[in-house]
């Protein structure tokens, strides 16, 4: 079993930052491929960047590649997502998941995913 425990969200203006945190415990977070999630009010939850085990292979939906960044520090059990020129568009529940999959495999079908935190807000003002 994984907890999951997603923090940092809030309210910005449009082109501001926020970088978001997901505390792992139970079990070793180096056991996981790493992804975040978001769903926005009467959308589906939609795959938004991901990390694999092995720290260095990353993977990010197109809408938000050279704005946001993934990462992971296994040894803390913590994974990061820097949001970067943020818009709008990117306002919805963020979500953490852990997935049991290979070293180098990049999980971005939420189907791949196990365990899901609970989720923190994001809300981008225009």
């Known amino acids: 079993q994984v907890q999951l425990v997603e923090s940092g969200g809030g309210l910005v203006q449009a082109g501001g930052s926020l970088t978001l945190s997901c505390a792992a415990s139970?079990?070793?977070?180096?056991?996981?491929?790493m992804g975040w999630f978001r769903q926005a009010p009467r959308k589906e939850r939609e795959f938004v960047a991901c990390?694999?085990?092995?720290?260095?292979?990353?993977h990010y939906t197109d809408s938000v590649k050279g704005r946001f960044t993934v990462s992971r520090d296994n040894a803390k059990d913590m994974v990061y997502l820097q949001m970067n020129s943020l818009k709008p568009e990117d306002t919805a529940v963020y979500y953490c998941?852990?997935?049991?999959?290979?070293?180098?495999?990049?999980?971005?079908?939420?189907?791949?995913?196990?365990?899901w935190g609970r989720g923190t807000q994001v809300t981008v003002s225009s």
């Open positions: 998941g852990a997935a049991p999959v290979a070293n180098r495999v990049v999980p971005i079908h939420s189907v791949e995913y196990q365990f």
């Open positions: 139970g079990s070793p977070l180096s056991m996981y491929g």
């Open positions: 990390i694999a085990r092995d720290i260095e292979t990353t």
